[in-house]
């Protein structure tokens, strides 16, 4: 009888699962993210949304008019296929004209979902003045982000800049959806966002497919009127033989925009207690070791103002011309991280290079007409607590500096150095080392050296002039191969409280490891910090070249090649990035990589490429012998 009872008991609960009351119902087909325009200017506009399955999705368009009530609404742009992130381009549109879109999808199953109509305008930024909000670090806390998106309805922005971690982590599909789009959706369907890219976004496709970038590139640069924004990922490789640094310097360059302005993550200069400083009790960095050379190619192009984050707090800096505040020359360095990210109430430093630093939840309104520039920074009660205004001064026009190019930088036995003058008049003037001026009347000039050279270089005009270029081209010797490749890649570990690498000659190691690459992987067992490693092996070029070298280590790092220190990355620090380069004859050479990690994460990554190629693991050139 009780078997029975079960029996029933059991059939009537797989009946009651099987109703869709109580059974899995089907997920609705519904926007995981609104439409939201990635661009807008005066004759296009990109509009980007999400459904929650693949969707056949058209956009609806209409032109407003005086004499219509209600514009009739046509199809002006569909989907080729069932999609999930739909992407269109709407162009042919008339600067100042006011217009309307609306959304329209058709899943698989012939449901419909609609987004609400929405009016666009585009800017005539020949009438306009330019108008953008800034803001930064909305990482995690959507409450604050939505206080801000809130008072930025009421500025009305052309368009707004993120300076980077616009979530808290760039894997984690609701911290796009919930934490960052959601609190904006009504904005964002009429106001383009342009983001840089921030460490917490760690690289993640969604960052990329988001907003319609290239696939792992997010430099890029937007020309709004007489304004020129340059977005650089400082996440990555910027020093000076990187790609990123050669596209930012050209364009720097041949860029003839009244106003420049950058935006990176990371920031030049800060007063932050806590930030780019191994302890309190340490010297602070005052800004990103591995920036500091960008400083000398703004100012030498004549960047405005430089926007970044990172640092949760405000802070503006006197306008900063080679290290020193020039009112006239300077660029001026803006930290706007007040977006959400988490911050500590203690008082910044006191920096000669400070004029107003504040932890405060905020955001940036920024407006150029003409010559003049004006930014406020709002806090989160719609109060402006500080304001900044630049003017050019009109009867001083400076000539677009000379861009300094050579057939390499580094050479065996020479090299040819190029200077090409942008404007349209105007004259090069350069020397070669401390030698005396010379004017040349071509719009390039070629000089072939084969020693290390210092080519310095300006362009002089009737009434004005350029600032000066500066470029070292280097003759290095050439290293020679050695006889014999190593038969592992031995790493010795030690365990101790190393602040820096230490002598490791006079150490006896902990435990020893016969590899067969260069990574911490496969130093196991090893201690969770205050440990370090000395790696020795052989590598292999493939012909005689000069190579460049690339370290990043977390915390300190030293490259030794054929018994020569290549590069020394030491100090108790977070990632910090050094280059070098080296001339190698084709062949085997021996290497030692030194490592120590005091606490936290652990780092040490070794690429090595040709000067102006791309680069590659070190771990590709390790040689064996056969």
Same mark, same amino acid.
């Given at each position: 009888?009780?078997?029975?009872?079960?029996?029933?008991?059991?059939?009537?609960?797989?009946?009651?699962?099987?109703?869709?009351?109580?059974?899995?119902?089907?997920?609705?087909?519904?926007?995981?993210?609104?439409?939201?325009?990635?661009?807008?200017?005066?004759?296009?506009?990109?509009?980007?949304?999400?459904?929650?399955?693949?969707?056949?999705?058209?956009?609806?368009?209409?032109?407003?008019?005086?004499?219509?009530?209600?514009?009739?609404?046509?199809?002006?742009?569909?989907?080729?296929?069932?999609?999930?992130?739909?992407?269109?381009?709407?162009?042919?549109?008339?600067?100042?004209?006011?217009?309307?879109?609306?959304?329209?999808?058709?899943?698989?199953?012939?449901?419909?979902?609609?987004?609400?109509?929405?009016?666009?305008?585009?800017?005539?930024?020949?009438?306009?003045?330019?108008?953008?909000?800034?803001?930064?670090?909305?990482?995690?806390?959507?409450?604050?982000?939505?206080?801000?998106?809130?008072?930025?309805?009421?500025?009305?922005?052309?368009?707004?800049?993120?300076?980077?971690?616009?979530?808290?982590?760039?894997?984690?599909?609701?911290?796009?959806?919930?934490?960052?789009?959601?609190?904006?959706?009504?904005?964002?369907?009429?106001?383009?966002?342009?983001?840089?890219?921030?460490?917490?976004?760690?690289?993640?496709?969604?960052?990329?497919?988001?907003?319609?970038?290239?696939?792992?590139?997010?430099?890029?640069?937007?020309?709004?009127?007489?304004?020129?924004?340059?977005?650089?990922?400082?996440?990555?490789?910027?020093?000076?033989?990187?790609?990123?640094?050669?596209?930012?310097?050209?364009?720097?360059?041949?860029?003839?925009?009244?106003?420049?302005?950058?935006?990176?993550?990371?920031?030049?200069?800060?007063?932050?207690?806590?930030?780019?400083?191994?302890?309190?009790?340490?010297?602070?960095?005052?800004?990103?070791?591995?920036? %500091?050379? &960008? $400083?000398?190619?703004?100012?030498?192009?004549? @960047?405005?103002?430089?926007? *970044?984050?990172? !640092?949760? =707090?405000?802070?503006?800096?006197?306008?900063?011309?080679?290290?020193?505040?020039?009112?006239?020359?300077?660029?001026?360095?803006?930290?706007?991280?007040?977006?959400?990210?988490?911050?500590?109430?203690?008082?910044?430093?006191?920096?000669?290079?400070?004029?107003?630093?504040?932890?405060?939840?905020?955001?940036?309104?920024?407006?150029?007409?003409?010559?003049?520039?004006?930014?406020?920074?709002?806090?989160?009660?719609?109060?402006?607590?500080?304001?900044?205004?630049?003017?050019?001064?009109?009867?001083?026009?400076?000539?677009?500096?000379?861009?300094?190019?050579?057939?390499?930088?580094?050479?065996?036995?020479?090299?040819?150095?190029?200077?090409?003058?942008?404007?349209?008049?105007?004259?090069?003037? %350069?020397? &070669? $080392?401390?030698?005396?001026?010379?004017?040349? @009347?071509?719009?390039?000039? *070629?000089?072939? !050296?084969? =020693?290390?050279?210092?080519?310095?270089?300006?362009?002089?005009?009737?009434?004005?002039?350029?600032?000066?270029?500066?470029?070292?081209?280097?003759?290095?010797?050439?290293?020679?191969?050695?006889?014999?490749?190593?038969?592992?890649?031995?790493?010795?570990?030690?365990?101790?409280?190393?602040?820096?690498?230490?002598?490791?000659?006079?150490?006896?190691?902990?435990?020893?490891?016969?590899?067969?690459?260069?990574?911490?992987?496969?130093?196991?067992?090893?201690?969770?910090?205050?440990?370090?490693?000395?790696?020795?092996?052989?590598?292999?070029?493939?012909?005689?070249?000069?190579?460049?070298?690339?370290?990043?280590?977390?915390?300190?790092?030293?490259?030794?090649?054929?018994?020569?220190?290549?590069?020394?990355?030491?100090?108790?620090?977070?990632?910090?990035?050094?280059?070098?380069?080296?001339?190698?004859?084709?062949?085997?050479?021996?290497?030692?990589?030194?490592?120590?990690?005091?606490?936290?994460?652990?780092?040490?990554?070794?690429?090595?490429?040709?000067?102006?190629?791309?680069?590659?693991?070190?771990?590709?050139?390790?040689?064996?012998?056969?």
């Amino acid at each position: 009888m009780k078997k029975l009872i079960y029996v029933k008991l059991f059939l009537g609960i797989c009946c009651l699962l099987g109703n869709p009351v109580f059974g899995q119902q089907k997920q609705a087909f519904e926007f995981v993210v609104e439409p939201y325009l990635i661009d807008l200017n005066s004759n296009s506009f990109q509009v980007m949304w999400e459904t929650s399955e693949a969707a056949r999705g058209e956009v609806y368009f209409a032109k407003s008019t005086y004499d219509i009530l209600s514009p009739e609404f046509k199809v002006i742009s569909s989907d080729r296929s069932h999609k999930v992130l739909h992407h269109h381009t709407i162009t042919g549109l008339n600067a100042n004209d006011l217009y309307f879109y609306q959304v329209v999808n058709v899943n698989q199953s012939g449901d419909t979902i609609k987004g609400p109509v929405t009016q666009v305008t585009t800017s005539d930024y020949n009438q306009s003045p330019v108008s953008f909000s800034v803001v930064g670090d909305t990482q995690g806390n959507p409450v604050v982000w939505g206080k801000i998106v809130g008072l930025m309805e009421q500025e009305r922005p052309q368009f707004i800049v993120h300076v980077g971690d616009l979530v808290q982590y760039g894997p984690n599909k609701d911290d796009w959806t919930d934490e960052f789009f959601n609190p904006a959706t009504k904005l964002l369907r009429y106001t383009p966002l342009y983001p840089a890219a921030g460490n917490h976004e760690m690289n993640d496709e969604k960052l990329y497919q988001y907003f319609n970038l290239p696939e792992d590139d997010a430099f890029y640069t937007i020309k709004k009127g007489d304004v020129r924004l340059f977005f650089v990922d400082t996440n990555k490789d910027i020093l000076p033989g990187s790609a990123q640094y050669r596209k930012l310097e050209n364009l720097l360059a041949i860029t003839d925009e009244p106003w420049k302005i950058v935006v990176h993550h990371h920031p030049l200069f800060t007063s932050d207690k806590y930030s780019y400083r191994s302890s309190l009790r340490a010297t602070p960095t005052k800004g990103d070791p591995n920036l %500091f050379h &960008l $400083n000398n190619l703004y100012e030498t192009y004549g @960047v405005d103002l430089t926007l *970044s984050g990172h !640092v949760h =707090n405000y802070e503006r800096t006197w306008p900063i011309f080679k290290n020193h505040v020039d009112l006239e020359n300077g660029v001026t360095h803006i930290v706007t991280g007040g977006g959400g990210g988490s911050f500590r109430n203690t008082p910044n430093d006191i920096n000669w290079f400070s004029v107003e630093a504040k932890n405060v939840y905020h955001f940036l309104n920024v407006r150029i007409q003409g010559r003049k520039l004006f930014v406020e920074a709002i806090d989160t009660t719609g109060k402006v607590f500080d304001f900044w205004e630049k003017e050019k001064v009109a009867e001083k026009t400076n000539l677009l500096s000379p861009l300094i190019s050579s057939t390499n930088k580094y050479f065996i036995d020479s090299t040819t150095v190029t200077i090409e003058n942008i404007n349209e008049g105007g004259l090069i003037s %350069f020397r &070669l $080392n401390e030698g005396l001026y010379q004017s040349v @009347v071509t719009k390039k000039k *070629s000089v072939n !050296v084969d =020693n290390t050279t210092t080519i310095s270089a300006m362009v002089n005009g009737v009434n004005n002039g350029s600032r000066e270029a500066v470029k070292t081209v280097v003759k290095l010797p050439e290293m020679p191969k050695q006889k014999s490749a190593k038969k592992e890649v031995r790493a010795d570990y030690y365990e101790g409280y190393f602040t820096e690498l230490p002598d490791f000659d006079a150490l006896n190691p902990t435990n020893s490891f016969s590899l067969d690459s260069l990574t911490l992987t496969g130093v196991v067992p090893r201690a969770k910090d205050h440990f370090a490693v000395r790696f020795k092996g052989s590598f292999e070029v493939p012909e005689t070249d000069v190579y460049r070298f690339f370290l990043e280590s977390y915390d300190g790092s030293r490259l030794i090649i054929d018994g020569k220190e290549i590069i020394d990355n030491d100090g108790v620090h977070y990632e910090i990035s050094k280059e070098n380069y080296v001339a190698l004859e084709k062949g085997i050479h021996h290497f030692e990589v030194q490592y120590f990690d005091f606490t936290r994460r652990e780092t040490l990554n070794l690429l090595v490429g040709k000067q102006d190629n791309k680069m590659v693991d070190f771990n590709s050139l390790i040689k064996y012998p056969k």
